[in-house]
């Protein structure tokens, strides 16, 4: 694919995976609802095969390939949820999966790729390392690289969650969705842009690794430098592939601190009882932090994911 997935793309993506995948559901919650003075519809990514949305994208890479290419298996580098999905989603193929990763990244992402079955080669915690590693794995076995998001499979297969977030809930005045390298929101706008065009997309992000709202706002890409925020899972800077749909079609990008993640992500366990890492609760921080902006409104949140160390939570007992 070498062009922005079109809705048709999507739908396609969307039956591809279908065999694999969950159709998450949306769920409401009338006290978070009295809470922000706002109709809140929560698409839940955190009951998705391996967690995370991720899964989506990485399913519909994998199964675009042709049969030559796939025989090579496929690799990528991640230390997050990417390597998870791919490693799953070529065990689904019957194929190898050969993932790059940090040698600091934790231990309890380790063993879950490896417990998905992909191949797991360690590197030195730097960009340059990840890449020389993926290159020398593509040298010895021709295996496919599949990025984490500046892909286009990647974005059309994450834009099947709001396609299905679209066809439940209709009338939407708001999508508020994360936004890290940019896949899931680029994905969201793409389909809602071609479906409910009268709905707004806004990203979600961490004031502290703003790099896409401030590359919004400047035009051009500002690549992140070395953010530290507790939501791991949007460290990444936007791909070009990625902002390109993002400065078209997203309409803002909102910034909330910490302090306002943690909020949300301890109201989502309470009132919801449901568990969300804390880059998914970066999407309803953001509704919390701008009651006036969305007041009375009708907003989709896409809760990314559910994949949190259970010894190491942002709050004391």
């Not at 995976?17 to 839940?44: E, M, Q």
């Not at 496919?144 to 974005?155: A, H, M, Q």
């Not at 949300?264 to 880059?279: G, Q, Y």
Request: charged residues 20%.
């Amino acid at each position: 694919m070498t062009s922005p997935p079109t809705i048709t793309d999507i739908h396609e993506a969307a039956e591809r995976i279908a065999p694999y995948i969950h159709n998450t559901p949306v769920l409401t919650c009338r006290s978070i609802d009295a809470l922000c003075g706002a109709s809140l519809f929560f698409k839940c990514e955190n009951f998705q095969k391996v967690g995370a949305f991720k899964i989506r994208g990485a399913t519909n890479a994998v199964f675009s390939l042709t049969e030559e290419e796939a025989a090579c298996g496929v690799t990528t580098h991640s230390s997050g949820n990417h390597a998870a999905a791919l490693a799953q989603a070529a065990r689904w193929r019957g194929i190898t999966a050969q993932v790059v990763m940090p040698e600091n990244a934790p231990e309890i992402k380790k063993t879950a790729v490896a417990g998905y079955g992909a191949q797991i080669h360690l590197c030195p915690s730097t960009l340059q390392a990840r890449e020389e590693g993926l290159a020398e794995i593509q040298r010895e076995t021709g295996a496919v690289f599949i990025p984490p998001y500046n892909d286009w499979r990647i974005v059309a297969g994450q834009g099947t969650a709001a396609l299905e977030l679209s066809q439940e809930t209709k009338d939407l005045d708001f999508v508020v969705a994360p936004v890290g390298g940019g896949g899931l929101l680029s994905g969201t706008a793409l389909a809602f842009s071609a479906l409910s065009p009268n709905t707004s997309v806004i990203g979600a992000e961490p004031a502290n690794a703003d790099d896409a709202c401030r590359s919004l706002k400047a035009g051009h890409i500002i690549p992140a430098d070395n953010p530290k925020t507790i939501a791991d899972g949007l460290l990444t800077s936007l791909g070009d592939l990625t902002f390109s749909v993002i400065r078209q079609h997203v309409a803002e990008i909102l910034t909330v601190s910490e302090e306002e993640i943690i909020r949300a992500m301890r109201t989502i366990w309470e009132r919801m009882k449901i568990i969300v890492e804390p880059s998914a609760a970066v999407a309803l921080a953001v509704v919390m932090a701008n009651r006036e902006k969305f007041s009375e409104r009708r907003i989709g949140l896409i809760l990314s994911g559910g994949n949190v160390n259970l010894a190491n939570l942002p709050w004391k007992a």
